[in-house]
């Protein structure tokens, strides 16, 4: 029953909004339960497919939210499983804006986004050097990443980098070296 | 409220921008790309003010690349702004992984396409690592640079749970901040 199917995307996704902190990494184990063994719309390897999708596709790794609704009930539950994922959060964080944009360009907003900012210069190492840790990161990732940051910071456009790098590595693996 | 000296972003300048960027995101990367776009180029928001936005949507629940275009799309434009960025950077990647659900259900993987997409992962974190050492040259004093340190190894190295991390460091850091406000 599609309706049915509907709202029990509904009921797995809305809740899990409201705890996905730190972003999709924290909640995917959640999921794959909650797909294969809760419902039963997929199996495991269905799930280790839809995973790679997400990873190969642009946008956060929480859209295979996304591609779970579509194995469960087409476009629309593919739309709802993400809407679900999404909106709680987001009227959360909304919120929280709305009380931050009413400070307007206070001294005490200064002082606090100043305080803000080192804390999240730390969370943006941390979160790269996590990244490249994942598996199959080897050598020649890290001097990718380091080869780009030094390019990008000589003014580079980060979509001409991409693109060499994607032909680079499109050689190399031709090459057989990755 | 726009801040003092910042261009007022038209809304459907801020639509362009994040489908764009929605476009631009495979590996990830996704703050590198919003700080150049909103920062760098268009000057619609502070260096400080866009950090915020990153601490912010970290610590709160949701997938932090759209926790960051709501922030930003609402400091430019309030709700509308909000709700058109995160259409942007939401929308087409979500087209684009049902097609290509599509695709695979129908051919299977595509041989290479791992390792192409491995590199270009770490190309799009160069962005992140570039955002983070262009906002870390303005630091100056040794208390913010003990906090980025802190962090980093708590959370990156330690592998401790952000939250109570975070929980602890940014009292600390704004509390250094207000003992250093006159400074700089």
Known sequence: MPLDRLLALFLVFAPMSLVSIGGGTSIFAEMQRQAVTVHGWMTDEQ????????RAAPGPGSLISGLIGWEAAGFVGALVAALSLYVPSSILLLGVGHWWRRRGDSPVRRVIE??????????IFAGVYTLMQADGVGWIHWATL?????????????????????????????LGAV | MTQAGMVRAPLLSILGVFTALG??????????????????????????????????GQVLPGANSVNLALYIGQQLRGVPGAVLAATGILGPPFLFIIVLALL???????????????GVAASGLANSLTTGLRAARRLRGIGPWAVVAATFVAVGVLRWPMIPVVAVMIP????????NRHAA
């Open chain 2, 23 to 56: 476009m631009a995101s495979f590996g990830g990367g996704l703050p590198g790309w919003m700080h150049r776009e909103v920062v760098v180029k268009r000057g619609w928001m502070t260096d400080e003010g866009f950090l915020a936005g990153v601490a912010l």
């Open chain 1, 47 to 54: 799930f280790v497919a839809l995973f790679a999708i997400s």
């Open chain 1, 114 to 123: 100043r305080g803000l900012a080192p804390v999240a210069v730390g969370l």
């Open chain 2, 104 to 118: 695979y259900a129908r051919f299977g993987e595509v041989a290479g396409l791992a390792a192409v997409l491995g």
């Open chain 2, 172 to 179: 600390v850091s704004v509390a250094l901040a207000w003992r």
């Open chain 1, 146 to 174: 380091l080869g780009c940051a030094a390019w990008l910071m000589h003014g580079a456009s980060p979509y001409l980098v991409m693109g060499v790098v994607a032909l680079f590595y499109a050689g190399l693996f031709g």
